[in-house]
C-alpha cells in the first residue's frame, strides 16, 4: 500500500487546512487509517484515525472539536479538516494505514505517507 499525503501549507493562526491522503488500495473493509504528526524537536504523536466501514473515529485530545477525519472510500482517500488551527499545530503531517484495525497507537499502523508540512503562523 502506497501513501500520497497532500495539502499542507502555511496559514496564519484561525485558518483552515485540509490535507488529503490518497491509499493505493486497501487491503481489507476492516483496516484503518490514521493521521500523526511530528513538530520539530518532538516524538511523532497521534491526531486521528478511522475505518473505512465508518465506525467511530478517535481524536487526540489536544484537536477535538478542532479537526475532523472524514474517508471517500470509492478514492480510497482520507481527509484531515483542520480548523482554528493553532502556533502548535505547526508539525509534518503523516498518513498512515493498518491492515489490522484504527486507533492511537503507532504499532497499529503497517504503511505510513511521506508527510505534509503544516506551518501555522502567530
Known amino acids: 500500500v502506497q501513501l500520497q499525503a497532500s495539502g499542507g501549507g502555511l496559514v496564519q493562526a484561525g485558518d483552515s487546512l485540509r490535507p488529503s491522503c490518497a491509499a493505493s488500495?486497501?487491503?481489507?473493509?476492516?483496516?484503518?487509517m490514521g493521521w500523526f504528526r511530528q513538530a520539530p524537536g518532538k516524538e511523532r504523536e497521534f491526531v486521528a484515525s478511522i475505518n473505512w466501514r465508518g465506525g467511530s473515529p478517535y481524536y487526540a485530545d489536544s484537536v477535538k472539536g478542532r479537526f475532523t477525519i472524514s474517508r471517500a472510500n470509492a478514492k480510497n482517500t482520507v481527509y484531515l479538516q483542520m480548523n482554528s488551527l493553532k502556533p502548535w499545530d505547526t508539525a509534518v503531517y503523516y498518513c498512515?494505514?493498518?491492515?489490522?484495525?484504527?486507533?492511537?497507537?503507532?504499532?497499529?499502523?503497517?504503511?505510513w505517507g511521506q508527510g505534509t508540512l503544516v506551518t501555522v503562523s502567530s
Open positions: 488500495k486497501r487491503t481489507s473493509s476492516n483496516n484503518g
Open positions: 498512515a494505514a493498518s491492515t489490522k484495525t484504527w486507533g492511537s497507537t503507532q504499532a497499529l499502523y503497517d504503511y
